[in-house]
């Protein structure tokens, strides 16, 4: 069992820049591939960015390519999500989530999500 655990959010001017953490307990994570995901009210959660366990592979949503990084330290059992350049289009609940395949169907483990809002 692996448990997931986001911190990091909060609210930042749009231009500004946030790091969200995921740190895991239960389980070594490295392997598991690692996701974040966000959802806004009203819409269904949207795939943001993924790492491979080893981190030698990367997935990111076209609307954040150039502008979030997706990183993982497995000594320190913790996934991160850099987000620079914030806009308010990337205010949502950020989810981490944890799988043993780098694109699964869906994934096996998730985190109880953390607000991230971006003010104009």
């Known amino acids: 069992q692996v448990q997931l655990v986001e911190s990091g959010g909060g609210l930042v001017q749009a231009g500004g820049s946030l790091r969200l953490s995921c740190a895991a307990s239960g389980h070594s994570i490295s392997p598991y591939a690692m996701g974040w995901f966000r959802q806004t009210p009203g819409k269904e959660r949207e795939f943001v960015a993924t790492i491979s366990g080893s981190g030698s592979s990367t997935s990111y949503v076209d609307s954040v390519k150039g502008r979030f990084t997706i990183s993982r330290d497995n000594a320190k059992n913790t996934m991160y999500l850099q987000m620079n350049s914030l806009k308010p289009e990337d205010t949502a609940v950020y989810y981490c989530?944890?799988?043993?395949?780098?694109?699964?169907?869906?994934?096996?483990?998730w985190g109880q999500g953390i607000q991230v809002t971006v003010s104009s």
């Open positions: 989530a944890a799988d043993r395949f780098y694109y699964p169907t869906s994934y096996q483990y």
